[in-house]
């Protein structure tokens, strides 16, 4: 009896972890539409509209998506030439490293 009490507390945790992963994915994704999406391409499949922009699926082959996190904290001002400089505050940053995570 006790086992199965642990085994069903450990599967909430995993359930709820899962599910707090996947809302921080929906509102990095939310944030690339909106900010990023001009420029970049932001989704699994096609091209940047700006040719210089990184698609943001093959960020990973250029930076460890987490070494990301400081750069957006203390603002991008270099990138491609067109890019705006802009800062996240730390949920946004989590949020944007979810779903950057998440194309994988």
């Keep these: 009896m006790r086992l199965i009490a642990?085994?069903?507390s450990a599967t909430l945790l995993m359930i709820s972890s899962a599910e707090a992963a996947t809302r921080a994915e929906h509102r990095g994704y939310i944030f690339a539409k909106s900010h990023c999406a001009r420029c970049h391409a932001i989704g699994r499949t096609g091209n940047s509209r700006l040719k210089q922009a990184p698609p943001f699926r093959t960020l990973h082959n250029r930076y460890p998506i987490e070494t990301l996190a400081e750069a957006f904290a203390e603002g991008i001002y270099t990138?491609?030439?067109?890019?705006?400089?802009f800062e996240l505050?730390?949920?946004?940053?989590n949020d944007l490293l979810s779903y950057l995570k998440s194309l994988n």
């Design 6 to 8: 642990v085994l069903m």
């Design 89 to 93: 505050d730390p949920d946004e940053i």
């Design 79 to 85: 990138g491609h030439p067109k890019m705006p400089a």
